[in-house]
């Protein structure tokens, strides 16, 4: 079993996983939100399309914020998400809908989107190249479009002090930097690179970093549990190592979050990088 998870892994058994932690994962990376959509530039009413919307949180929270008039569609792999994310519509809601769909490879919409924007969700794709190309045919010429995705490994604590408790019970693979990933695009100038090459212009990145609440406001132990479940593959390479193994990972992860609780709850150093540009005419 690798670290690294292909896009089409969340159509199965990843996004069950997901949905399974979904209140505890998205209140976790809510943070990211703010400088998300921020960074999307709302002036007027317009069509917005998420990238692996999961849940649904982002683009609920994106509907909020933008300007009165303005409808949201969010697209994922995972019918499971998407069902979730189908129950948080209200009765009669009509600016709001989500749809299962691979969009580095599904055919754009008659009516383009005026804005395009992901929190998390191109990193897996398994040839990129590609599919930022489609994407970029998901967006009307001018439009703008804002993704985020994790910097590195050294600004993100909360990954790596699971992946070192983990990591001194068992032998972790190592991941693929080059592969589908959360940390694909660490070196941010890969992104660059395949985005100017699928038609995007005016490429800007601003960093974020800020806290996270490890589960969105566990104490240790909890949030000790909460990350070995829900992050990477830690849980089911610990579960084929047995009991011992998974029992001895959790209290090396404990008194490792320990050291960063305060008032009750983990809080945890993270770095992102914020992704923004248009769509060339």
């Known amino acids: 079993m690798s670290e690294n998870t292909a896009n089409t892994e969340w159509s199965t058994a990843r996004g069950e996983k997901w949905r399974a932690q979904l209140t505890a994962m998205e209140a976790t990376i809510a943070p990211v939100n703010e400088p998300l959509i921020l960074a999307l530039g709302f002036d007027a009413p317009v069509r917005i399309a998420e990238v692996g919307c999961g849940g649904g949180g982002t683009a609920l929270e994106i509907l909020q914020r933008s300007p009165a008039g303005s409808v949201v569609h969010g697209y ?36 383009l989107y005026d ?34 995705v994790w910097g590195d490994l050294a600004g993100n604590p909360w990954m790596t002090a699971v992946r070192d408790a983990v990591g001194g019970v068992i032998k972790l693979p190592k991941p693929d930097p080059e592969g589908p990933g959360p940390f694909r695009y660490a070196s941010v100038d890969k992104l660059l690179a395949l985005l100017g090459g699928a038609g995007f212009s005016g490429l800007n990145v601003r960093d974020w970093r800020g806290k996270i609440a490890v589960g969105g406001g566990l104490p240790a132990v909890e949030a000790a549990n909460f990350a070995v479940a829900a992050f990477s593959s830690f849980g089911e390479l610990l579960t084929e190592a047995g009991d011992e193994a998974l029992n001895t990972a ?9 050291q960063q609780e305060e008032g009750g709850v983990v809080r945890m150093d993270a770095a992102v990088h914020i992704v923004s540009g248009t769509r060339r005419g």
């Open 76 to 111: 994922d792999i995972s019918p499971v998400l998407i069902e979730a994310a189908r129950a948080r519509i209200l009765p009669g809601q009509r600016d709001i809908a989500f749809e299962v769909a691979d969009m580095g490879v599904a055919l754009p919409p008659d009516k």
């Open 250 to 258: 959790r209290q090396a992860l404990t008194a490792r979050f320990s």
């Open 115 to 148: 804005r395009l924007t992901s929190r998390f969700g191109i990193m897996f794709f398994d040839d990129p190249a590609a599919a930022f190309s489609n994407l970029a045919g998901w967006l009307a010429p001018g439009g703008r479009f804002a993704f985020a």
